[in-house]
């Protein structure tokens, strides 16, 4: 499913030969995962050299090396950390920008590999969890039962919810 990198394919570099077209799709998801990996990185750290390093291993890692033979969909791993940076944002600063930009780059995933969108839907519900402080044992245990019963009923909302994802992938 790579329907939004041949969109653009075929509408930006359509009056290019196929071989040269998809050779740019790949080299902009090869810029675009280091690029956005350091981003986020800086946005964590603003630690210049770490961050470089970070967009370095990322978009140099032998996960993405290795589709770059075939597969090319798996090789657009930018969403991963632009979505993680977006939503990290937006609720850091409550800001409806980026909440808006973290469900652009998951639609535009969707698009892109359809996959992804399980991990990130994952990673969303883990990191809003965390974020809410409600991971530590010794909180769970002061929380009030009324809060523990709203966050019980939301983790099998997101546990049902991630197993329709898979049977509609299976299907």
């Given at each position: 499913?790579?329907?939004?990198?041949?969109?653009?394919?075929?509408?930006?570099?359509?009056?290019?030969s196929l071989v040269l077209a998809q050779n740019l799709i790949v080299?902009?998801?090869?810029?675009?995962?280091?690029?956005?990996?350091?981003?986020?990185?800086?946005?964590?750290?603003?630690?210049?050299?770490?961050?470089?390093?970070?967009?370095?291993?990322?978009?140099?890692?032998?996960?993405?090396?290795?589709?770059?033979?075939?597969?090319?969909?798996?090789?657009?791993?930018?969403?991963?950390?632009?979505?993680?940076?977006?939503?990290?944002?937006?609720?850091?600063?409550?800001?409806?920008?980026?909440?808006?930009?973290?469900?652009?780059?998951?639609?535009?995933?969707?698009?892109?590999?359809?996959?992804?969108?399980?991990?990130?839907?994952?990673?969303?519900?883990?990191?809003?969890?965390?974020?809410?402080?409600?991971?530590?044992?010794?909180?769970?245990?002061?929380?009030?039962?009324?809060?523990?019963?709203?966050?019980?009923?939301?983790?099998v909302a997101a546990m049902a919810a991630t197993a329709f994802l898979?049977?509609?992938?299976?299907?």
């Open positions: 499913h790579y329907a939004l990198p041949a969109f653009l394919g075929a509408t930006v570099f359509g009056g290019l080299l902009t998801h090869v810029f675009l995962n280091g690029i956005v990996m350091y981003g986020f990185a800086w946005s964590a750290t603003r630690h210049h050299r770490a961050s470089i390093l970070a967009g370095v291993l990322f978009g140099t890692s032998p996960y993405l090396a290795a589709h770059v033979l075939g597969h090319f969909e798996l090789l657009a791993a930018w969403p991963l950390p632009a979505f993680a940076w977006a939503l990290r944002r937006a609720i850091a600063t409550g800001s409806k920008t980026t909440a808006v930009v973290a469900s652009a780059v998951l639609t535009a995933t969707a698009y892109t590999t359809y996959y992804y969108v399980v991990y990130l839907g994952v990673f969303a519900v883990t990191y809003c969890i965390a974020w809410s402080g409600c991971v530590s044992i010794s909180t769970a245990e002061r929380m009030p039962s009324r809060r523990l019963r709203m966050l019980r009923a939301f983790l898979v049977l509609w992938i299976l299907a």
